[in-house]
């Protein structure tokens, strides 16, 4: 991924949080062979977090030491209205499958470029040969860690890559038929790039961040969550210093797993897999608590 500086002019700092140091807009990080997000446009920073908190919580708030701490504070406890004070904009090119993938976070505002009233573009996505592998034996909506065979892996993409164009080209044909736009469309793969404008306040982009930063998302809608990140940690970066402490890099434990614990730490030994099911934990939660330790 590749960054490019925005050239517009640099913006005044707020009285008591330290803002980007200059003005963002406009920053582009690239992503996957022809995709990309940009910032359009953003309403706030670190110090419109505190402003609402307090506004929100009054003097008693100022009794939390500093500003930092008390965005800390708030994210740890899950007061997360004040973050909500802060939004963004940004433009996205991405692949058809992974955008369907996105607009399951129903917390945005979201406008997208239309094949209705326009010609869709020749652009499509081919993966790298890292990225071809097979089906996961454990994770059944995911790809394993271990890569094909390179020659097959090679044959895959090519094969992509012409029935790509087979149907781009179709596609033309129609059109020169004079077929509607809306109907010449349906039969473009989920590889083909589109475009859209999102806008989602910071309590709602955490929570996607969350989801599409972990380890078990799909790996090309990881690049787009890692691009993101990397844009509002220069806006907000004591929120997003809070998100990585206390959300994203976090471990959550039910109430079985917490008297697991502390039945471990009392008698100073593991529990076996019978114990654990002894405390009303499943296969699959007995193999995630095995995962965390």
């Known amino acids: 991924m590749t960054e490019h500086s925005s050239s517009l002019p640099v913006s005044s700092a707020p009285d008591y949080l330290s803002a980007p140091a200059h003005n963002l807009k406009g920053l582009t990080i690239d992503c996957l062979d022809k995709g990309f997000v940009r910032l359009v446009d953003y309403m706030g920073d670190d110090a419109s977090i ?5 506004v929100s919580y009054g003097d008693g708030t100022k009794k939390l030491n500093e500003d930092r701490g008390l965005i800390r504070y708030l994210l740890r406890h899950l007061h997360t209205t004040p973050f909500e004070m802060v939004e963004f904009k940004f433009h996205i090119k991405l692949p058809i499958f992974i955008a369907r993938q996105w607009i399951r976070h129903r917390t945005a505002n ?3 470029y239309s094949g209705r009233y326009s010609v869709m573009k020749d652009e499509f ?8 592998r097979p089906q996961s034996n454990i994770n059944k909506q995911g790809r394993s860690d271990t890569a094909l065979d390179p020659i097959v892996a090679q044959e895959i993409v090519d094969q992509f890559s012409a029935s790509q164009q087979q149907m781009y080209q179709e596609y033309e044909g129609y059109l020169a038929q004079d077929l509607a736009r809306e109907m010449a469309r349906i039969n473009l793969p989920l590889s083909m790039y589109t475009e859209w404008y999102w806008k989602i306040d910071l309590h709602n982009l955490f929570h996607f961040l969350r989801l599409r930063m972990d380890s078990h998302a799909q790996y090309e809608i990881r690049v787009y969550g890692e691009a993101i990140a990397n844009i509002i940690k220069q806006i907000v970066p004591v929120a997003y210093e809070a998100f990585e402490d206390y959300i994203l890099h976090s471990i959550k434990f039910s109430r079985m797993e ?6 471990m730490l009392k008698e100073q030994r593991s529990l ?3 114990e654990l099911t002894e405390l009303g934990m499943g296969k699959r939660e007995i193999t995630e608590f095995h995962a965390k330790f």
């Open 258 to 263: 917490y008297q697991a614990i502390q039945r």
């Open 125 to 132: 996505y081919v993966p790298e040969l890292s990225q071809i």
């Open 110 to 112: 979201v406008n997208e």
């Open 272 to 274: 076996s897999d019978s």
């Open 50 to 54: 505190v402003q609402a908190a307090r």
